[in-house]
């Protein structure tokens, strides 16, 4: 799995980089104007949305219909062809500023996106029980909805500690190389436990950036909903993946 920048789901920021626009001074920025930044948070919340609704129905499909299931169990090159995928298009999003902001192709590349992703996320949960699964997405639906409460509730500034998080993640990533050579169950869950609490805060720290204020440091330009709603997907999907590896690894 991947953010828009460089980490793996089971990494640092499974996909993520810094923004790549944001006003230094919210008071003077576009979101200034109320009305533009509600319609940007609509924007950015029915995109995730819907982009999360395709995903549980995919997971769906793999779980419960038994010739795709045995299929993808037996067919390995399925999943790395999408994961090779995924990366494409997320540093595609990521890097082209053109791509993510004219319309339609916008639309077209993030749904493109989101049809891989949920299509690979279904290929690793067949390695699952459905039982496990199930728990996960409720785990991480729990605890998406606490977290972005908090975020939008709280008067302390996540995004001043971008920097912070992106050395905690580069650490995770050399952790989850102990994990590789290691080989053991306690020291995955450790992973699994550390990675959980990343992610999180990248999804606050995302959800500052989306929301802007006087107390944020950041925020990114009404143009960026759709690396918004991109930022905020790979968050919800890297906590769902740890999550579902926890949980695995605990029954």
């Known amino acids: 799995m991947v953010h828009p920048g460089g980490h793996t ?4 920021r499974q996909y993520g980089e810094a923004p790549p626009e944001h006003a230094l001074d919210s008071d003077i920025g576009v979101f200034s104007d ?13 995109t995730l949305m819907i982009q999360l609704l395709v995903t ?16 993808t169990i037996g067919n ?3 999943s790395y062809s999408l994961m090779v995928a995924v990366l494409v298009l997320i540093l595609a999003l990521s890097c082209c500023g053109n791509l993510r902001r004219r319309v339609p192709i916008n639309f077209i590349a993030l749904g493109l996106f ?3 992703e949920g299509l690979m996320l279904g290929s690793v949960t067949v390695y699952f029980n459905a039982d496990a699964v199930l728990w996960a997405v409720g785990a991480t639906a729990l605890v998406s909805f606490a ?3 908090f975020a939008m509730q709280s008067k302390w500034d996540f995004t001043a500690a971008s920097g912070s998080l992106w050395v905690f993640g580069w650490t995770l990533f050399s952790f989850a190389m102990l994990c590789a050579i290691l080989r053991s169950q306690y020291v995955y869950i450790t992973y699994a436990c550390l990675g959980t609490l990343l992610f999180s805060l990248y999804l606050v720290f995302d959800t500052q950036l989306i929301l802007g204020g ?5 925020e990114l330009s009404p143009e960026e909903y759709v690396f918004a709603a991109l930022s ?7 906590l769902f993946l740890l999550l579902l590896q926890l949980i695995g690894l605990c029954r």
Do not use: E, M, Q
């Open 9 to 12: 789901a089971l990494d640092g």
């Open 214 to 218: 006087k107390h944020r440091n950041f």
């Open 34 to 46: 109320p009305a533009i930044r509600r319609g940007f948070i609509r924007k950015v919340y029915l």
């Open 114 to 116: 989101t049809i891989v």
């Open 56 to 71: 549980v129905g995919l997971i769906c499909a793999f779980l419960y219909w038994d010739t795709l299931r045995n299929w």
């Open 147 to 149: 977290l972005s409460l």
């Open 76 to 78: 390995y090159w399925f």
């Open 232 to 238: 905020l997907y790979l968050d919800v999907v890297s």
